[in-house]
């Protein structure tokens, strides 16, 4: 790898998914819930929503997604040297969720390691704080690795419930990168003290003013993407041909279009709703299917969107629309990179989608029940109901240490020099 230049790119590099393997359908859900399926299948645009069982929690679904990023990319994961993990599901008060993630795949001891936090924007706080230091040449020519990964949890039977999801999202953040080179220090930002989402220390199930949040949401869509325009047209830049929006419902990404389009840009409802199908729907489908991922949903779309169309994206300007309750915002810009039409192929990105197990309505009602009863005083060889290439949240040991099963290489830290292997793993 050689040292950066100034002439060099940075930006996404590769992606990979990690989804549960099982999930609700929303008919399954409104028919228990007495609601209409049109409110949730129309009404909020959400088909399918992915459930975390007891072996699945943010470390194990991160280290998935990792794991795949590495062997579906052809990346050498002894050229990391940051790990950083966008999350709103901690798992501890003080070890972060990068340490365990670092430790399961063998990643070299010279990274910088660390959570990122602010509800569903942690995860674009890591990726900024990775583009930013390649671009400084700190990194001297190495990559990082940014993970987000979530579930997300409303109370059974609340407005919220259709909303939740689960899964995780990896990226490589590199020089000269084959997916999107993103334009840094190019970026609009809004923020607000707002109490729109919540989660309090001792909750595992969010609480929203569920209303409210979607203003707060379109409030932010305003000024980030306010700000980014103003410095944009200073710029002399060219027009996005794709957007992708922090998703929690798909219909979401919808409203945000049209507000940007109406409130913003003065466009009128024929022209907004003909943007939205052309620019934005194609980024939809895998959110679809999972529902809400927090702080990966907006990759998610990138994701789903460089699978349907980088055939005829490369060389366009495709913007992003990051919102993390509380609040914070930020929009910003890259472009689809040359030859990324066929790497997407290569990452086969809707692959975790395929396969997973329908639970019916009552086995998930059992999970959502059993929330927060993790097994105790377990080993490493104690049983999990997970396939066995898929790491695995085994328990709580008799020290309160939380243990994981991954299957090669070992869930022990590894030395540095050892780490190749985990390529083929
Ligand atoms: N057929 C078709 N459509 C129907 C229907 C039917 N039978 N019945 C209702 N609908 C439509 C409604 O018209 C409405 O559409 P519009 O929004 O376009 O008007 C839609 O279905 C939803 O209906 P309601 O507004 O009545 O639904 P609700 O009050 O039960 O709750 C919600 C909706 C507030 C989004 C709730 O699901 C919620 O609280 N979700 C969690 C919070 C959330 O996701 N907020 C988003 C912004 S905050 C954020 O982005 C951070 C994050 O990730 C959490």
Not at 161 to 178: C, D, F, H, N
Not at 261 to 287: Q, T, Y
Not at 358 to 368: G, M, V
Request: net charge neutral.
């Amino acid at each position: 790898m050689t040292e950066r230049t100034s002439s060099s790119t940075v930006g996404i590099d590769a992606i990979a998914l990690a989804a549960p393997r099982t999930y609700l359908d929303l008919v399954d859900l409104a028919s228990a819930r007495g609601v209409p399926s049109d409110k949730y299948t129309k009404g909020l645009g959400a088909i399918r929503m992915a459930i975390a069982g007891r072996h699945e929690d943010p470390v194990s679904l991160g280290t998935d997604a990792a794991s795949r990023l590495f062997a579906r990319g052809g990346i050498d994961p002894s050229r990391i040297g940051y790990v950083a993990v966008g999350t709103e599901t901690g798992i501890d008060h003080s070890k972060p969720i990068a340490s365990y993630v670092h430790g399961l795949l063998g990643l070299p001891p010279s990274c910088r390691v660390f959570d990122t936090k602010h509800a569903c924007f942690g995860g674009t706080a890591a990726l900024m704080g990775a583009l930013e230091w390649i671009a400084s040449g700190a990194a001297r020519g190495r990559s990082a690795l940014v993970v987000c990964a979530d579930i997300a949890r409303y109370a059974l039977g609340s407005p919220g419930e259709p909303t939740q999801g689960a899964g995780a999202v990896a990226l490589l953040v590199s020089e000269r990168p084959r997916l999107l080179e993103l334009e840094i220090g190019h970026t609009g930002t809004f923020a607000r003290d707002v109490h729109d989402f919540w989660r309090p220390l001792s909750r595992r199930d969010a609480l929203v003013d569920g209303h409210f949040s979607v203003s707060c949401y379109l409030d932010a869509v305003a000024g980030a993407f306010g700000a980014w325009r103003d410095e944009d047209v200073r710029r002399g830049g060219d027009p996005l041909a794709r957007t992708a929006y922090h998703v929690p419902y798909v219909k979401m990404a919808k409203k945000a279009d049209r507000h940007r389009a109406i409130a913003c840009e003065g466009l009128d409802e024929a022209a907004a709703e003909a943007r939205f199908a052309r620019e934005v729907a194609p980024s939809l489908a895998f959110a679809a299917e999972v529902g809400n991922v927090y702080t990966g949903s907006l990759y998610m779309a990138l994701a789903a969107l460089l699978h349907a169309e980088a055939h005829v994206l490369e060389g366009a300007r495709v913007g992003l629309f990051s919102y993390g309750s509380g609040c914070v915002a930020e929009f910003f810009a890259g472009r689809v990179a040359a030859g990324a039409a066929g790497f997407a192929r290569e990452l086969a990105l809707d692959e975790p989608l395929r396969d997973r197990v329908r639970l019916d309505f009552d086995a998930y009602e059992a999970i959502r029940r059993a929330d927060g009863d993790e097994p105790a005083g377990v080993t490493a060889g104690s049983a999990v109901d997970l396939p066995s290439d898929r790491c695995a949240f085994v328990g709580i040991d008799a020290a309160e240490r939380r243990v994981y099963r991954r299957a090669s290489p070992a869930s022990a830290p590894r030395p540095e020099g050892s780490v190749a292997r985990i390529a083929a793993a």
